[in-house]
């Protein structure tokens, strides 16, 4: 794990892997949408609104995931005190939150159809819902601490408890009696029939390509601008040191 605290040698090895990511993910995921909006028959209940499915899935996926590696670093970065654990939790922020949104947004959009409105306070949608306001909260909470230049400890540990809602959205279907639908992906089966199956692992693959190659965008543009304050703190440090020699010589 430790391979990589270096940030050099990190951004040698973001520098290719980012931009690799970042077009496999565009093309993998706009063939899987264009398969699954143009190739797709229509669903024998929903009709042609299933097709939200390629979209709101991954998302909700993500926005998941999004979390769940938030907690990882943190979790890093509190027991390791990993360099770049920090760096991470916040790249991953950001789009989290935004895939977050737009889970909430599809399953809207697909539940007027479906359920006859554009929200209920059922379990699945209300924990989504409280994800997506942790994901503001930590944004806020770490980019205050980054600039005050205090310690990211306390993200971290916000990030850790946040992690409990994860489970919570995971297994409310389960849990509570629920408009949504019960898990239809789980360890080993799958209830959704194969013609809509591939092209949703598909898509899934093809957004996560272009999770992974956002937040290494963004952390190689959190380490730049974390570089860029050090050289101008030296400046002025120099600047003010030679200003005090300047000082010294006219009193002598």
Not at 65 to 77: D, H, M, Y
Not at 203 to 230: H, K, N, P, Y
Request: include cysteine; charged fraction near 10%.
């Amino acid at each position: 794990m430790h391979i990589y605290a270096n940030p050099a040698r990190f951004l040698r090895i973001a520098k290719w892997l980012t931009p690799l990511l970042l077009v496999s993910g565009l093309v993998l995921t706009g063939s899987a949408l264009l398969w699954g909006f143009t190739q797709v028959p229509p669903d024998r209940l929903m009709g042609d609104t299933v097709r939200i499915l390629f979209v709101h899935v991954p998302a909700a996926w993500l926005g998941m995931g999004g979390w769940t590696a938030i907690a990882v670093a943190s979790l890093v970065e509190l027991v390791w005190r990993h360099p770049l654990a920090a760096i991470a939790a916040r790249a991953t922020a950001v789009p989290g939150a935004v895939f977050a949104a737009i889970c909430l947004a599809t399953g809207s959009i697909w539940g007027r159809p479906t359920w006859g409105t554009w929200w209920v306070w059922d379990g699945r949608l209300t924990s989504m819902l409280v994800l997506l306001f942790l994901y503001f909260g930590y944004i806020a909470l770490s980019s205050s601490l980054a600039r005050e230049g205090q310690a990211s400890r306390i993200a971290a540990i916000f990030g850790l408890v946040g992690a409990i809602n994860v489970p919570i959205i995971n297994r409310s279907v389960v849990w509570w009696n629920s408009l949504h639908q019960p898990p239809s992906i789980t360890i080993g089966q799958s209830s959704i029939d194969p013609v809509f199956l591939w092209p949703l692992l598909a898509a899934t693959i093809g957004f996560s390509l272009l999770f992974g190659g956002v937040v290494l965008a963004r952390m190689r543009t959190i380490l730049a601008d974390i570089q860029a304050e050090a050289r101008l703190r030296r400046k002025a440090q120099k600047a003010d040191m030679n200003a005090d020699l300047q000082s010294d010589g006219a009193t002598a």
